[in-house]
């Protein structure tokens, strides 16, 4: 039996009275918050206590097969990184239940991410790390290509990447902190409304915080205004020279 077949039983096991969506977002959510909790102390008691009213619905063997579950999730993405939450997802037929939610197919994504890759590459020889923005991110398949195709062309998506992505659900953000976490590709992932701008929540995956990509951006930007005002002051400069 495939990882896939054993994480949908323990699931469907879990079920009961429950209606299969929300075992799913209940496995995500805890999953996602135990990621989250383990490096980021912002916030880690309201995250807590919202973990501990998940699990309380649930027994000590129910808990136990999401643990279950989660360790499969994490040892199909060390032997083959992919959208594996995504595909969970249409297995248990849940997009249809979810007003035609439906995410990306994996090969579709890396096809995809294989016509970017080489501008993804141009930036990191240029500037040393590339950036990508993915709104409605979904279950982060598309991140996902790319961090393979950039590994396929000698890039350590770890390192030469930072991703900011978006998405208005709450379970998609779930599912795409955890694969960007389990991956350790730095990321910050809202869970946003892209046409009214209005963010719910942000989640920062380890790799972002253990790397201090929020010092690096605030240095970068800092550089940047520094360099702007220096340019400013040196056209000003020239300009009364020659009056």
Known sequence: MSDYKKI????????????????????????ALTFRNAVDSWGYDEREAQYLRIAGRYDREELNRFAHALALVVK??????????????????????????????????????????????????????????????GAAAFIVAVSQEMRTAGLNPQTQLHVTAEDIARQAVHMAYIHLSLLH?????????????????????????????????????????MQTLLGATTLRSMAEARS
């Open 76 to 137: 199909a993405m060390e032997q083959e990184p992919c959208d594996v939450l995504g595909r969970l997802y249409m297995e248990l037929e849940l997009g249809n239940g979810r007003l035609g939610q439906f995410f990306t197919p994996y090969d579709v994504a890396r096809l995809v991410a294989g016509m970017q890759i080489d501008g993804i590459a141009e930036r990191v020889r240029s500037h040393g790390f590339a950036e990508l923005y993915e709104p409605a991110c």
């Open 185 to 225: 590709v730095p990321a910050v992932v809202h869970r946003r409304n892209t046409l009214t701008m209005e963010t719910f929540d942000t989640w920062r995956t380890p790799a972002h915080i253990l790397g201090g990509w929020g010092w690096k951006f605030r240095h970068a930007d800092a550089v940047q205004e």
């Open 8 to 31: 949908v039983k323990l699931l469907e096991a879990n079920a009961g009275a429950k209606r299969m969506s929300e075992v799913f977002d209940d496995f995500v959510e805890m999953s």
